[in-house]
């Protein structure tokens, strides 16, 4: 993900418990230890990816999220964070219950596949899209759900999810310009802050 998202730090209080979630290759939870003296975990399910939190000294636990976070008690961390996992989930409106029981807040960030290149793309090539943001084909993408961040918050409201916080990226023109005024068409990338 190219966009800034140092704003998040914002949002996790210092020397807090933060679960990662599909956390990569540990750099945002590297990134909050050194800025906010936080205790940190992640969870991730590719190799490499385990390799080189081990590698870089982050505590990285093998967990496929599709299989749940049964092993996590309640209130376990003060901050859940997932990036860019959620679309790519067989069930995610029950992960993102079992986030916020074991975490009192979370910070979830997706693509917002409303947006208006997207549209553009599948509208006038007539196949789906390849983007900087959606960089797989149709039949290898890990991306199982296509939602828009008002997809997104009509499902919070549904499972009485409080939303703290949001926050649209976009990178480039006319992007940036206008995501505020019509963020479903030209957000790119929706960051929320969620509790409930």
Same mark, same amino acid.
């Given at each position: ?30 990134? $909050? /230890? ?9 969870? !991730? %399910?590719?190799?490499?990816?385990? @390799?080189?939190? #081990? ?30 996992? $959620? /679309? ?9 219950? !079992? %986030?916020?029981?074991?975490?009192? @807040?979370?910070? #979830? ?49 549904? @499972? ?37």
């Amino acid at each position: 993900m190219n966009h800034d998202i140092g704003f998040i730090k914002d949002w996790i209080e210092p020397q807090s418990r933060v679960l990662d979630l599909g956390c990569g290759d540990g750099s945002l939870l590297i990134s $909050l /230890q050194e800025q906010l003296d936080i205790l940190g975990y992640g969870l !991730e %399910i590719d190799a490499d990816s385990i @390799r080189s939190c #081990v590698a870089r000294g982050v505590n990285v636990i093998e967990q496929d999220l599709n299989k749940g976070l049964k092993n996590f008690a309640d209130h376990s961390f003060d901050t859940v964070l997932m990036t860019q996992t $959620l /679309q790519a989930l067989r069930y995610p409106h029950l992960v993102l219950d !079992e %986030i916020l029981r074991i975490g009192s @807040r979370c910070i #979830v960030t997706f693509p917002n596949f409303g947006n208006w290149r997207t549209r553009a793309y599948l509208n006038f090539r007539g196949r789906m899209p390849v983007t900087k943001q959606l960089a797989y084909q149709w039949f290898d993408t890990p991306n199982i759900h296509f939602f828009t961040y008002a997809d997104f918050e009509a499902l919070c409201k549904e @499972r009485n999810i409080n939303i703290l916080h949001r926050q649209f990226l976009a990178n480039g023109f006319p992007d940036k310009l206008l995501k505020s005024p019509w963020p479903n068409l030209f957000t790119e990338i929706a960051v929320y802050h969620l509790s409930r």
